[in-house]
């Protein structure tokens, strides 16, 4: 099965030097991907770059084995791409409502021709949300901002969803929800891909595993067979 | 000719101590002072008027239009001592630069309004020859420029210089490292205070005569320009972008010549739109300047 | 109850070029120190259509506030957009260094004289006992319409949620889709408005020179702190109060120093409160 979303010997850093030194990956369509790796991996790095929040020094990314790496972030997602950054991912001074009429808006004015894979039920996902519509997204808890935050990336209706540590920070009820909500989300068909610190909750419902390691992927393998090989918990902490 | 660049020289050498307070509050400090026409008027008038109406002497009077600028600073300071945003400080500053521009040209009894001061004596003018005054005012000018550039040259190699500058690159990091935040900022503005003070008082015996329109708020672009031609941080680099804008100054005097038909009112306006747009255009593409700004080594 | 009323005209003059500098703050994150001159400019256009081209005042508002918006667009093209992401310092610098630029251009073509509107004269009258004239009525009414409308823009459209997610988060903006760039045109032309419309309320009030704007300056940035920078009611209750407070000390105060009543506002606030009124507490990351 070809890559539907892949990237090639990216490189990228914030001014002096690369924090990225070449990642290349690929993705099928409709898996879930997930990057593990120590703080100052380089994790952020990537998924800011795969976002368009970060412009490369080198390299490439594929969607559908067309080049994006020279679109904004707008122009991403009218290509199916939605990404939730990993804090400040809601517009706190604005409600809840507010902050998913931002998506509709952008979806009437783009004129988005792919299919749609979310219907319109979205919040069913999300059912804490339906009495907090009208609540400033900044008074909410930081779960609850998270689901906001999820949300409104699906709004976009991606055929990609870029997720950076969805479980940051959350207590463990709402970190089971996100999960679910990635699952439930991922079998409706949408390719997820994720950088997590949970690795363990993040590899039970991946396809597909990278490890990184100082701007360089250590190891890439299949999901389940790294949770069993019993190597994840060194490799994760950068020993090998 | 010579008289033409010993007149330029003395205007440089008070024009570049005004820089270099600015260069030390705002290239050292972080703090940018768009009060300093106000600043400035506020240390020639207290020079004048406590030669003039007190009595005073040159020295003394010297002396205290420094500690009086720098009181208002440390003030300014104070104030803004609960916000450390950049924003606010520059709008404050601002308000106060204009408010000390009001009462120079309001409180005629004190400052003689908008006719402003006259008959500021030199000093020691009666003691040296006339014919060598000049060159002896110019070297101690030039001494006193020269004075201040080594005296803010230890400051910044200091602990204090180095509290300084850790301030600016990132405040958050130099008060978890223990760095006095605002005290330290108090006492940069304060001693930017003293300079500007200086300046003042040197403006003030050169020109011999003051009033409001010398202080108009051009005077903060003029700084704010050579600051940055020379490489914000750099002393050196203060000096030299003070002559080139004197150079640019002075050259646009002769625009009179170029385009004809211009009144004198239009020709003013139009050297200042000139300063303007230089000023815009350093912003843009020159700014670090041309001259680096001394580092410890790590 | 005269003061009052003065001090509430006084204040609502300033309303819209606090709003103007509350939004330019909240999308560019910088106060805008040219924002005087800009009044200033855009009065003399008015001005040049009103009286040179012998336009109506309404007439030539609207026409300047198209022209102007348009103005201010490309001016931020040619300055701050270079300037994008830099330090707030260097973008006041900028500014500080337009407002020159652009007060000394109205100087060269309309000159230091002072100038004034075309409007008929008409005599003061009286009601409830306080003392009122034409203009102020105007000023009034226009500047409540005009805040009206920016509210229901603000609060309902697309396009000032647009404006509001932008101020919140640039970045959270980008990757939701929003057209930063467009919208901060928009915000400039919106601004450009505002201040035709304030510069001709102020024009009306007093002799149109050069100078006019920028002595506006710090009641203008008193007005937008007291309110809280980035909140546009706040706008709008700083300015009465700044107003009401500034007529109210002319009573102890000579007029001459009335500036000093925002600058002390202004130092208060900040000792105080410094996110003002309505503002949000500033979080470091």
Redesign the interface.
Known sequence: MKPFFSSHNLKAGYGSGDILKGISFDLEKGKVMTVIGPNGSGKSTLIKTL???LKPSSGDIFIDESSIVGY???QR??LGMS?V?QE???????TVK?NL???N??MRS?KKKKTQIIDDDLLDLFPELTSKFDSLAGNLSGGQRQMVAFA?ALA?KPEILLLDEPSAGLSPKYMGDIFEAVKKVNELGVTVFMVEQNAIEALQISDKCIVMANGNVKYISDAKILMQSGDLHSLYLGDA | MLSFIILMSLVICFSAILALALNFQWGLGGMINFGLAGLYALGAYACAILILKLNINFFWSTILSMLLVSLVCALISIVTLRVSEEDYFAIVTLGVGEMLRLIALNEDWLTGGALGLTGIPRPLSDSIPADIYIYVFLATYVFILLICIFLLNIIARSAFGRSMRAIREDDVVAVTLGKNLLWTRARIFAVGGLLIGLAGSMHAFYYQYIDPTQFSNIVVAYAIMAVIAGGKGSHFGVVIGSILIMILLEGSRFLKEIIPGLGSDQLSAVRIIIIGVGLILVLIYKPNGFVKEYRLNA | MQIIFNGFVTGIVVTLPALAITLLFGVLKFPNFAVGSMLTLAAYIVFTFNVLFGLSLLFSTIITAIIFGFLLILIDQLTFAKLRGSSSITLMVCSLGLGFVLENIARLMYGNNAKSFAIELARPFLFMDIRMNREQIVTIIVSTIAMIFMYVLLKHMPIGRAMRAVSDNPSLSLVRGIDSPLIIKWTWFISGALLTIGGVLIGMDRAIEPPMGSSYLIVIFAAAILGGLGSPLGAFVGSLIIGIVSELSTLVIPPNYRIGIPLAVIALILIFRPQGIFGKPNIKK
């Open positions: 976002a368009g929040l904004t972030s707008p997602i009218k990404y950054p400040y991912n809601v517009f706190r001074n604005m507010e009429q931002l998506a808006e952008f783009a409104c976009y």
